[in-house]
């Protein structure tokens, strides 16, 4: 019995270490993505990462065991309207290619776009505190909408929590902002 307990003791603490190291530790854009990008945005795109890099928990889903360990180098690309995430391993081996279609979050971030404009608007604008905090609110109605539509779409490829989808959504967002007006 003992000897089980170290197995299982081990195990635990392998499985704790493991999930140490599900996260990513460096984001990479794609060259044309920050060409096609206004400029302004550059710096959303650049606070967008250091938040993700802050707090992430990327654990991708694979039928083999011995994948998935992390930590993860994530390179973000588009092609074709398609939204890529090329995950590696630090030894730079390709573990995973996470494609996000780019027509399904349009409808979303546009709206996602006007209510971040509004939000800006009512501040610059002098508006009441009321409407203020009812911008505000809207806009993170729409963010966490965004978030949980994120969620659903990783679904299969790597698991993740909500504050992970958070701060990608606002990657997302970022990334895309060029292309919602």
Do not use: W
Not at 21 to 40: C, E, F
Not at 125 to 147: E, P, T, Y
């Amino acid at each position: 019995m003992p000897e089980d307990e170290d197995r299982l003791g081990r195990s635990c603490a392998e499985s704790g270490m493991i999930k140490e190291k599900q996260h990513v530790v460096t984001v990479d854009l794609d060259p044309t993505i920050t060409n096609r990008n206004r400029a302004h945005m550059a710096g959303e795109q650049a606070v967008a990462i250091d938040d993700f890099l802050a707090h992430n928990r990327f654990a991708p889903v694979s039928d083999d065991a011995a994948s998935g360990i992390g930590p993860y180098h994530l390179r973000v690309a588009f092609e074709n309207r398609v939204l890529l995430f090329d995950l590696r391993d630090t030894a730079g081996k390709n573990q995973y290619s996470i494609p996000l279609d780019l027509d399904l979050f349009l409808p979303l971030m546009r709206d996602y776009s006007l209510i971040c404009d509004r939000y800006h608007d009512a501040i610059g604008g002098g508006d009441s505190s009321a409407r203020i905090a009812a911008v505000d609110a809207r806009r993170r109605d729409l963010h966490d909408q965004g978030s949980e539509f994120l969620l659903t779409q990783l679904k299969g490829y790597v698991e993740t929590d909500m504050e992970t989808a958070r701060h990608l959504f606002t990657l997302l967002y970022a990334l895309t902002a060029s292309h919602n007006h």
